[in-house]
């Protein structure tokens, strides 16, 4: 008898322990999705302080941004997303009449305007047509939460598409993506494409969802990533409609069929470097790899401006001439 109540009892506590923490687990996971997916710095990169940023960080492209807001070269366009939120970018045409497009795409808490430079290196030193979305809940455009790339990659698709439409149609295109933007390219390239698509070039994107939260946990928080990282990304499911695991741009890089750059700092401790090793094994076919020496994460532009132009010029005028 003693023996039964005894059990009873370590059954009880034992009930009220795990209730607990899976009470502890559920609100930590929801507290990771707040604060990787919903930061309020995603949504404060507006018109004057992005610009003004542009113009401290890579002062050699003020003259050419001045010359497209006086012209009114540099314009804004808007799609309905996936959720039927409103989703913007900017675009301008080249100088001269081009079937030439570029696609650019940006990073986490960034915006199309923090891209201008890249926009820059193929408008100005290039002579393409471009387009930079603000992706889902970032710049302009509405959205729930940040996507990390994975729900993106069917809008930038639609962006694309747009893109064709706009600088005439049976465009040439190379779409052009830094960080999660980057990671977005990739994610982009595992899906079928359209004819007008040529090539694609990611500068220090990572592997997966997954593997980058797995890392920001342990080196934010100290945290192993199972089993707060399983939580989040069942919670993730729940809410958002995506997972951690599934958005792998490792998967989709090795679906790629078409021409890829891969860029990456040697200093990059953001998205570690040893990402863009497996990137690279993983796609088959026509690919390119520079590692940067001393560039840390998303600085590889900012660093060597002449030769990235050169390096990322030649790679897409292998393809899109």
Known sequence: MFFLKAMKRIVKYAAVIT?????????????????????????????????????KTYPHIRPWLDSLRREGALRDTVITGQEGERLHALYAAAREKTDRTAVIVHGYTDCAIRMLMIGYLYHHDLGFNILLPDLHYHGWSEGRAVRMGWRDRLDVLRWMDLADGLFGGNTRMVVHGISMGAATTMMVSGEEQKPYVRCFVEDCGYTSVWDQFSKELKEQFGLPAFPLLNVASVLCDWRYGWNFREASALDQVARCRLPMMFIHGDRDGYVPTWMVYPLYEAKTGDKELWVVPGSEHAASYRDNPGEYTRRVGAFVGRWIR
């Open 19 to 55: 209730a607990l923490v899976l009470v502890v687990l559920v609100g930590a996971g929801f507290y990771m999705l707040s604060f990787a997916l919903q930061p309020s710095s995603a949504m404060d990169a507006k018109d004057a302080e992005a610009y003004e940023y542009m113009e």
